[in-house]
T-cell receptor, first 113, second 117 residues
């Protein structure tokens, strides 16, 4: 399976603290994306980082990519209770007729007020 | 931004019946749509890739005769769960690809929760 692994599986922090989630994958990629999912809802795209990029920022989000280690990290700074959600990394893979996304196992983040 | 809708948002049905779930791209044309399945506290598992006007490509282990996919237009794909059983109860999520627009991002629908009694 190409599905990546994320750690930790669950993370509980205090509001205001930083949250770091890690993702590892198995095959070569063109890009890696991070998504957020609130309980029982669809996914929201957070950020995309291409294989030739090492770091990318978007607001309070910072994503790093190390293609030599096949790993990525998502850092959420100054967390808020509203950041409570599950976070998934997804890597692209070429399917039979188009590319497809392979999702990691996810990290469930709880930000305590 | 790109918006994808799903209908219904939840459905309860009796074992043995068929259920159809619609996925629509509201403000863009989607050449490719994807169907995922998600069990509680687990990740999304890709079921099939749906291209407009052609047969869907199913992932290994997904029964094509049980999960019928139709992508009749550039804005609509449907997933029909045939002869549903309790083990088919899950959260089904679709996404649409804006690759043709120069981005490599999939936009996801809000999901459909299927409960089979």
């Amino acid at each position: 399976s190409q599905q990546g692994e994320e750690d930790p599986q669950a993370l509980s922090i205090q509001e205001g603290e930083n949250a770091t989630m890690n993702c590892s994958y198995k095959t070569s990629i063109n890009n890696l994306q991070w998504y957020r999912q609130n309980s029982g809802r669809g996914l929201v795209h957070l950020i995309l980082i291409r294989s030739n990029e090492r770091e990318k920022h978007s607001g309070r989000l910072r994503v790093t990519l190390d293609t030599s280690k096949k790993s990525s990290s998502l850092l959420i700074t100054a967390s808020r209770a509203a950041d409570t959600a599950s976070y998934f990394c997804a890597t692209d893979a070429l399917g039979d007729s188009s590319y497809k996304l392979i999702f990691g196992s996810g990290t469930r983040l709880l930000v305590r007020p | 931004g790109a918006v994808v809708s799903q209908h219904p948002s939840w459905v309860i049905c009796k074992s043995g019946t068929s259920v159809k779930i619609e996925c629509r791209s509201l403000d863009f044309q989607a050449t490719t749509m994807f169907w995922y399945r998600q069990f509680p506290k687990q990740s999304l598992m890709l079921m099939a890739t749906s291209n407009e006007g052609s047969k869907a490509t199913y992932e290994q282990g997904v029964e094509k005769d049980k999960f019928l996919i139709n992508h009749a237009s550039l804005t609509l794909s449907t997933l029909t769960v045939t002869s549903a059983h309790p083990e088919d109860s899950s959260f089904y999520i679709c996404s649409a690809d804006t690759f043709g627009g120069g981005e490599d991002t999939q936009y996801f629908g809000p999901g459909t929760r299927l409960t089979v009694l």
